[in-house]
């Protein structure tokens, strides 16, 4: 059995009965990268030396000691390249400093391991966004791994990385884990610093990981946590230990299904796979009961109002100027600016900065973000009142299964609608997981369906436990 096939929790069991070494173990997923990179395109790039370093001084006896972590590439490690997927980072940038959730999986005896592609700056849902290449998804090689951490997906189910972290801004994290087949999860707004991830939409913005096993994720999602002075959103709560819940059954647990959440839209295919997986969760104990959900409509507007106006206020800074990619071609200042931007920016990237622009200009504002930032509040006070009720609310991670590269490139607004039940999590700041629910045979492929349960803000106890039931049971 390939070390790389093994879950964290297995490998801790290897590392501390000596069986192997950190440094075998860089090594072993360095040997994989190799073989298996050249198809997947999920690792842009890997600094072998600098992980056997650390390597060499890991400390087992800690709770991740040794365990190489694979990196979305919008999270700074201090010297190492953070791109951001994007052309206007991709020259000239070494991260100067380190980002507070790698700090926390350092001092938990992590090593950081590799930088994974996306698309640019986590704008989108299939990485083909991203400037540097394209990634495929390990189930079916011509079809998308979903995004924007679809580089991180891809490697984690593709048996080339351990574990990554990615970013969930709308359904980063959950979506590409549901496609590819891997368990993705998207702690509380707040729970994990956002200091030294690269901005897309501040308000929306979280750090998490994808796993194999929800096990592994409870096990990271223990060292990504706590409270931050350096990012003002930081939730100053303390943190209990995610894995003392794995193996509690789910015996009464209440799970809402919100009926807004099976629509016409959703894969029938996609929906028997779901269906199956809630009757399980109902043989496991759980008391199954409809939910309504009234303003998710919503949600894909609100969300394509808020997140570029955002992205358009965060991104001013790449200016040609401090950092990133710079024209040679300019006369005067402003040309320079312009240059810069435009040659470095990607094509989704622009269409969000002007949409931002647009919608936070002088008489659009009213019209259009302060609504959104009311319907944001209605979609929040939704779940409050469905929390009333119901301990988790289930449902299918994505509409569809993965579709083939290139399928939706010319149909942003097709692609937008993909995220109808990833977002209103990330609206509402709630913590959220997928998990693999079987696959379905789609057009000759077999391909991974991924289950949705979300739980009340700072509430992932129970979601690991219900996740976990699920997966074992
Ligand atoms: N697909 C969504 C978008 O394009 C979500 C991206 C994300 O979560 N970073 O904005």
């Given at each position: 059995?390939?070390?790389?096939?093994?879950?964290?929790?297995?490998?801790?069991?290897?590392?501390?009965?000596?069986?192997?070494?950190?440094?075998?173990?860089?090594?072993?997923?360095?040997?994989?990268?190799?073989?298996?990179?050249?198809?997947?395109?999920?690792?842009?790039?890997?600094?072998?030396?600098?992980?056997?370093?650390?390597?060499?001084?890991?400390?087992?006896?800690?709770?991740?000691?040794?365990?190489?972590?694979?990196?979305?590439?919008?999270?700074?490690?201090?010297?190492?390249?953070?791109?951001?997927g994007?052309?206007?980072?991709?020259?000239?940038?070494?991260?100067?400093?380190?980002?507070?959730?790698?700090?926390?999986?350092?001092?938990?005896?992590?090593?950081?391991?590799?930088?994974?592609?996306?698309d640019e700056?986590?704008m989108g849902?299939?990485t083909e966004n991203s400037?540097?290449?394209?990634?495929?998804?390990?189930?079916?090689?011509?079809?998308?791994?979903?995004?924007?951490?679809?580089?991180?997906?891809?490697?984690?189910?593709?048996?080339?990385?351990?574990?990554?972290?990615?970013?969930?801004?709308?359904?980063?994290?959950?979506?590409?884990?549901?496609?590819?087949?891997?368990?993705?999860?998207?702690?509380?707004?707040?729970?994990?610093?956002?200091?030294?991830?690269?901005?897309?939409?501040?308000?929306?913005?979280?750090?998490?990981?994808?796993?194999?096993?929800?096990?592994?994720?409870?096990?990271?999602?223990?060292?990504?946590?706590?409270?931050?002075?350096?990012?003002?959103?930081?939730?100053?709560?303390?943190?209990?230990?995610?894995?003392?819940?794995?193996?509690?059954?789910?015996?009464?647990?209440?799970?809402?299904?919100?009926?807004?959440?099976?629509?016409?839209?959703?894969?029938?295919?996609?929906?028997?796979?779901?269906?199956?997986?809630?009757?399980?969760?109902?043989?496991?104990?759980?008391?199954?009961?409809?939910?309504?959900?009234?303003?998710?409509?919503?949600?894909?507007?609100?969300?394509?109002?808020?997140?570029?106006?955002?992205?358009?206020?965060?991104?001013?800074?790449?200016?040609?100027?401090?950092?990133?990619?710079?024209?040679?071609?300019?006369?005067?200042?402003?040309?320079?600016?312009?240059?810069?931007?435009?040659?470095?920016?990607g094509?989704e990237?622009?269409?969000?900065?002007?949409?931002?622009?647009?919608?936070?200009?002088?008489?659009?504002?009213?019209?259009?973000?302060?609504?959104?930032?009311?319907?944001?509040?209605?979609?929040?006070?939704?779940?409050?009142?469905?929390?009333?009720?119901?301990?988790?609310?289930?449902?299918?991670?994505?509409?569809?299964?993965?579709?083939?590269?290139?399928?939706?490139?010319?149909?942003?607004?097709?692609?937008?609608?993909?995220?109808?039940?990833?977002?209103?999590?990330?609206?509402?700041?709630?913590?959220?997981?997928?998990?693999?629910?079987?696959?379905?045979?789609?057009?000759?492929?077999?391909?991974?369906?991924?289950?949705?349960?979300?739980?009340?803000?700072?509430?992932?106890?129970?979601?690991?436990?219900?996740?976990?039931?699920?997966?074992?049971?």
């Amino acid at each position: 059995m390939s070390l790389t096939s093994l879950s964290l929790t297995e490998l801790r069991q290897k590392l501390s009965a000596k069986e192997i070494s950190a440094s075998d173990l860089v090594r072993g997923v360095a040997g994989a990268i190799e073989s298996r990179n050249p198809e997947l395109g999920a690792y842009l790039t890997w600094d072998l030396d600098a992980a056997l370093k650390e390597a060499e001084s890991a400390d087992i006896t800690q709770p991740l000691g040794g365990l190489p972590i694979a990196i979305k590439d919008n999270i700074n490690v201090e010297g190492q390249p953070c791109t951001c997927g994007s052309k206007i980072l991709a020259e000239n940038y070494t991260a100067p400093y380190t980002a507070t959730a790698i700090t926390h999986l350092r001092k938990a005896g992590a090593i950081p391991f590799g930088r994974l592609n996306m698309d640019e700056f986590a704008m989108g849902s299939s990485t083909e966004n991203s400037a540097l290449g394209l990634t495929r998804n390990p189930a079916a090689l011509d079809r998308i791994p979903g995004g924007s951490s679809g580089g991180s997906a891809s490697s984690v189910a593709g048996g080339i990385a351990l574990a990554a972290l990615g970013s969930d801004t709308g359904g980063s994290i959950r979506q590409p884990a549901a496609l590819c087949g891997c368990v993705g999860m998207k702690p509380t707004y707040g729970r994990v610093s956002r200091f030294g991830l690269i901005a897309f939409a501040s308000s929306l913005d979280q750090i998490g990981p994808l796993t194999r096993t929800v096990a592994d994720a409870a096990l990271l999602t223990n060292h990504l946590c706590g409270f931050d002075p350096r990012d003002s959103t930081s939730l100053n709560e303390p943190v209990p230990d995610f894995t003392a819940v794995l193996g509690h059954d789910i015996k009464g647990l209440r799970i809402g299904l919100p009926k807004e959440y099976f629509i016409d839209g959703l894969h029938p295919e996609v929906e028997a796979a779901v269906r199956k997986g809630i009757a399980k969760l109902e043989a496991l104990g759980a008391r199954i009961e409809e939910i309504s959900l009234p303003h998710t409509e919503a949600g894909v507007a609100t969300y394509y109002v808020l997140a570029p106006a955002e992205a358009s206020a965060n991104l001013a800074r790449f200016d040609g100027v401090r950092y990133g990619h710079r024209s040679t071609s300019a006369s005067d200042l402003m040309e320079h600016y312009l240059k810069s931007r435009s040659e470095g920016f990607g094509p989704e990237v622009k269409r969000r900065i002007l949409l931002g622009t647009y919608v936070l200009s002088s008489g659009y504002y009213d019209a259009y973000y302060l609504q959104a930032q009311k319907a944001r509040t209605l979609i929040k006070d939704d779940f409050t009142k469905a929390f009333e009720k119901v301990d988790v609310i289930v449902s299918p991670t994505s509409p569809t299964p993965a579709h083939k590269l290139g399928e939706l490139t010319d149909d942003p607004l097709q692609a937008y609608l993909e995220d109808v039940f990833t977002i209103p999590a990330n609206l509402a700041g709630l913590p959220a997981i997928s998990v693999p629910c079987g696959t379905i045979a789609h057009e000759g492929a077999v391909l991974p369906v991924g289950l949705q349960f979300i739980t009340k803000a700072l509430d992932e106890a129970t979601l690991f436990q219900a996740a976990h039931a699920f997966e074992v049971g």
